[in-house]
């Protein structure tokens, strides 16, 4: 037997988890033709993940934005480069802060929401006597889920963008005087489509991953009221790590 | 049945506003029509050293931007640089006779291309060749130069022990 | 004797804690049979091993299906699934939906497993509120309800496909005199209106000895006694009487099995 608790006891867990999520995923994607089936009950999630975490994001877009703005004044004020804020805010919040930040955001406000309803539901039973009345609770309870956060992060990640590029323009054009038309210009010249498909690939997979372990989480919970906590606390960790782990490597294969 | 309606209204506002913030993105951030390729025509033009010269630099000409870097290329018959530019439609009217240079912007800026008129009454057009070109100025081998030329002003003092 | 459901030397284990080892046990059709035994033998194990929610490690859990038996342990998924829909299950916490109401937790298998409109759901809904007396509460949310009343409702919602088997996991445990009363005479009711077969997890002694046609004690892994409650109450098992009579000591000891208690005392 393993020591529970050394360092390969740890690997051989996380490697267990992750095996037992891939299985979950597959079996997921399997059942997912109830978004086709009844469209309606996916549309009841992305509310859940989407709308209900829009404020959330465009109001952190729109500081994580202004900061962008005082801060790359200040920069490239140094310089002598501010004309190229707006492409360099652009670059930053595409490529790197827009997916990341509003994945972090969304774990902690969807999938945290996720992940104890789910979880709520293994502790009370309810996943269990849909199963006896012949009800597949992944197909009924768990895809719906999953697909509903799936497609509203990207959407999320492109309100954050937005939000996120105005603040730095309102912050960098109107208060510090840098030049409207080269914000805007010298963001054509120097942003490429690609940066934005890169943003939205990235955004893509972090939904894809984020909702993932908060079903997973809330769908293994510990049947108690203190295994529902757990898990929301899991969620929230397990998420925060993998967004970051896999930002650095779908960055590092697509530059 | 009222509280489903504006669910259901809020998510598909959700899902627009989110489509439409991705087609702001795509329409506002960046010049697509620009970046299409399609577009502009393609001259040719050879350099000893473009030290530092990136695709989709710009040409400029006066200082107005008319086109951009496309390819670069190694000759490894005429060991050179190969560089393709690409210069927008509407600039048909270039002599064919105009030089080229590799220009950096400020003193340790970006590289760019910058095309000085020529007096010719025929123009550049499609995949002909600059033949006059300028190579960068790489900064090192200024340095260097100058050391040198102070060194035997001075009478090759410095290789005193 | 015709059975709805039979066991046959059935061996679990959990964590490598033998849950069951070697149990036999037969469930006569039309009838309430009672499953008790103490806490931890495994009572709930055995429904989800009913429901093929868990599978056996040995032995057989066989259900009557057609002219034959089916072993439970040997289907697939579909064909679990399939079976399902002939029974029904009460949970200890009622297990109702939360984010839907009353009406529409009953109404739920019907959605999601029949194609039927809404003005046939409807009636079915109602007449099966009406046979737990909750019609008048077909709007209020679960959170609103009583535990005698979730657990009602839960009743009326295992019913509403009409099963031939009836599952109650504890249905006895929490609740006051008079809800008590009433979940009672609705087992035995329904049980005996709808010719069903029913199987009450329970250890609750008196209720049981009220309710059962037929009770089984699990102790250890195996049955240790079965028989009409009358029958049990006079076995001349030292375990099946402690556990009738309620017994504080006996066969199942008040001590957790610990060292000598001086030696404990002194630190040694």
Known sequence: MVQPGSIVGGLLGFLGKLGASVYFLGEILRQSGIGIARPRLVVEQIHNAGVLSLVIIMTSGLFVGMVLGLQGVDALSRLRQEDILGASVALVLLKELGPVVTALLFAGRAGTALASEIGLMRATDQLSAMEVMAIDPVRRIVAPRFLGGAISLPLLTGVFNVVGILGAWFIGVYVLGVDNGAFWSQMQEYVDPEDIWEGIFKSAAFGVAASLIAVFEGYNAVPTAEGVGLATTRTVVTTSIVILMLDYVITAALL | ?161 | MDNLIEIKNLHFKRADRPIFAGLDLDIPRGKVTAIMGPSGTGKTTLLRMITGQLRAGQGSVRIADGDGMTDIGTLDRDAIYRLRRRMGMLFQNSALLTDLDVFENVAFPLREITDLPDRLIRPIVLMKLEAVGLRGAAGLMPSELSGGMGRRVAMARALVMDPELLLYDEPFSGLDPISLGVILRLIRETNDVLGLTSIVVSHDVEEIARLADYCYVIAEGRAIAHGPPAELARSESDLVRQFMAGAADGPVPFHYPAGDFARDLAGD
């Open chain 2, 1 to 161: 049945m009222a509280a489903t309606s504006t669910r259901d209204l809020g998510t598909g506002l959700f899902v627009l506003l989110g489509f439409a913030a991705l087609a702001f993105l795509l329409t506002q951030t960046t010049d697509l029509d620009e970046y299409r390729g399609d577009s502009g025509y393609r001259v040719v033009a050879r350099f000893q050293d473009i030290a530092g010269l990136k695709v989709r630099a710009p040409v400029t000409m006066a200082g107005v931007n008319i086109g951009r870097v496309e390819k670069i290329e190694f000759d490894g018959d005429r060991l050179d640089a190969l560089v393709t530019l690409r210069i927008e439609n509407r600039y048909d009217r270039i002599p064919d006779d105009s030089d080229a240079a590799v220009l950096t912007a400020g003193l340790l800026g970006s590289k760019y291309i910058g095309i000085g008129p020529g007096g010719s009454d025929t123009y550049l057009a499609d995949s002909s060749e600059i033949q006059l070109t300028q190579s960068a100025i790489v900064l090192e081998k200024l340095v260097s130069k100058f050391l040198f030329s102070q060194a035997e002003n001075t009478g090759g003092g410095q290789a005193d022990p």
